[in-house]
């Protein structure tokens, strides 16, 4: 466990299957010595604020954010800024999935709107799997005053839309300094978002299907800068 967040108590079901995770959930707890109290499972249903909360709760601190001046800064060991940046979208399991596929491929961060957006609730961190406890993310005033910070700070910014004028495979700048701008489903990014994006690319399609759920076109994109930079000893 990270350990980043302090937890103040945990609720388990009464009736669970106490063997598996909730046992080394539960013996994590006393170890650490936060209460563990067996609740009815209707009440820890209705206290969740998640879809199938799997028997166990936990009452933790909020996701604290960091500052964006961090985000521009190289990590510990010298990698350059890889952040995923998101605007506007609301629905927080796609939210957390894009925050799980950033921790997976290496993202130093995340950028999310503190309006208009999905926060960070209980929803969207239990989407994201544990990547909350790992990934710095920064809350900002508006996305498209952020991405001017980010190009004056020398991060590139690359725009992910079905209309963009390049492809997502020839990315040859995933190795610098860069950021993954993801917009909403259906509205995708905002006008001044892709206005002040430096880059706009696209997924490539075969088929039918004109678009992908943003959810899987941020993986793709964020493991695409993940290879790359794998590949090149500029990442460091």
């Keep these: 466990m990270a ?38 499972r209707a009440r820890l249903d209705a206290a969740a604020g998640t879809d199938a909360p799997q028997g166990v709760l936990a009452y933790a601190e909020a996701v604290a954010p960091v500052e964006l001046e961090r985000l521009l800064q190289p990590t510990r060991d010298g990698t350059r800024p890889f952040l995923l940046v998101l605007d506007g979208i609301t629905d927080p399991h796609n939210v957390g999935a894009l925050l799980r596929s950033a921790v997976g491929a ?16 209980p929803a969207a961190c239990k989407a ?9 993310i920064a809350l900002v005033a508006g996305i498209p005053a952020t991405l001017a910070t980010l190009r004056e700070a020398g ?11 390049g492809e997502l495979w020839d990315l040859t700048l995933a190795t610098e300094a ?10 995708g ?15 490539p ?12 076109a941020g993986a793709l994109a964020c493991f695409e800068v993940a290879r790359r ?8």
């Design 3 to 40: 350990g980043r967040r302090s937890v103040r108590e945990v609720w388990v079901a009464d009736g669970v299957e106490r063997g598996g995770p909730i046992e080394e959930i539960t013996e994590l707890a006393r170890t650490r010595r936060v209460p563990v109290r067996l609740v009815p």
């Design 155 to 165: 991060v590139w910014t690359v725009g992910l839309d079905a209309d963009g004028t």
């Design 178 to 187: 860069v950021a993954l701008v993801l917009g909403a489903e259906g509205r």
């Design 128 to 136: 994201a799997a544990g990547a909350v406890e790992y990934l710095p």
């Design 189 to 203: 990014l905002s006008r001044l978002t892709r206005d002040r994006c430096d880059l706009m690319v696209r997924i």
């Design 229 to 236: 930079r794998g590949a090149s000893p500029l990442s460091n």
């Design 106 to 121: 290496g993202a130093t961060g995340a950028v999310i709107a503190r309006h208009r957006a999905a926060r960070l609730g």
């Design 205 to 216: 399609l075969s088929g039918p299907l004109d678009s992908l759920n943003v959810a899987s």
